[in-house]
DNA sequence: ACCTGAACACCGTTCAAGT
DNA sequence: ACCTGAACACCGTTCAAGT
């Protein structure tokens, strides 16, 4: 039986890092928190070592600098894709399920595919895992293995970027949203017929289907001409 | 015939401005050079002011806010691209060759790619005109409506998040980015072969081909997707 | 060994005050 | 009307000084 801490003596700024100490993992925990309420943007040494009850400068005992902190938090995000075992007959629906995963967990954490980009390989744990889990279900496939490497990169590349464009938006409330659609659709629709003809006379059909659609539609593309390549 | 200012009469920060009064262009322009040489992160309201021989506060006469001087100068990079007159026996390498160039005029001012994924629309008029570019050569083709539109932002999501890529390096010596590559391939071939059984048989195929084959593997794919939906 | 306050060199944006 | 210095509220990172 402890005896309590009388509130006078709690240093409320200082609370939570008497009680969790500093580390590694409680450092990319807190700014992960941060980043899936704010966003990447938000996501400062100063912001984190506050929420940490400390000052910025005591992160650097963990992590070489700010570019280090967002690769350590992607791998945690990555982590959250399950990967499956390799089925053959069914790797189509397979890949597609762990791009769309992948675009999904991506989103759900605003701006953190724009780290992705930057990073020249997925060097994480987790972004290994899943890129084995795209080889080998690929290559169980049966497409040939210089189809298989390229086909990764590609298709990483290609969810990445439809998680920056999801993202692009993060921020505005619904008002604000649908504002900007409607600025966006007013000045299409007061486009000059005579220099953009096409784009003009295609509006309907350029408003329509949701990013869902879209996505799909790429997605089932690349696929389509992957699975050309099978011997 | 009018006389030379003396040297000591000419106060050298704001030489520049005293000659050129600022206007839009000017300012646009400036950004440009300092996002060639420098990348997009050094395109700051003051060092563009800087150049110009003022005040941060001075741009904004001109400018609302920095993303918007960041969207125009998209929409200078975007006007190097010539668009052709579509010619529908050859759609595919039309494309193929706008979708290069558009990659190459983006990866040549590092960072600008990012603007583009920011942005819900292209809304400039040169972007405008790609855009309308890519439908009439699509439409020309037989494609229909519907795969049009949707080839339209797909194919534009490729070339962006591909040239996003290529300028991720940017600002590295050559020195440094050989460094990091010799790092990372040191890296994948000491991962652990019973965890990552696909990665590490593959580890050759995965570093052969630079980025210009697999773009080009991406783009093929892409339009062996679409050729299939001609009626 | 671990932590941190203060400092340095930057940001974007606003606004009162100048011409 | 156009311009701007100074201020405000932020950054990342370093480093000497503390325990």
Known sequence: ???PVPPWQQRAARERSARRPLSLDLIVRTALELLETDGLDAVSMRKVAQRLGTGAASLYAYVNNKDELHELMLDLVIGEI?????????????????????VEVLAAHPGIARVVLRTPAPTGPNALAVTE???????AAGLPDRAVAFAVDILALFATAAAMELSADFG???EQRDERIS?????????????FPTLVSMLPVLSQGDYRERFDFGLD???????????
Chains 1, 2 share one sequence.
Do not use: C, H
């Open 1 to 3: 039986m402890s005896i």
């Open 82 to 102: 399950s990967v499956p075992d390799p089925d053959p007959a069914n790797w189509r629906q397979q890949i597609k399920d762990l791009i769309n995963r992948q």
């Open 133 to 139: 889990a795209m080889l080998s279900i690929l290559r």
């Open 172 to 174: 505005l409330t619904d």
């Open 183 to 195: 600025q966006v659709e007013q000045y299409f629709a007061s486009l000059p017929e005579d220099r």
């Open 221 to 231: 593309l690349l696929l389509n001409g992957l699975a050309a390549w099978k011997p």
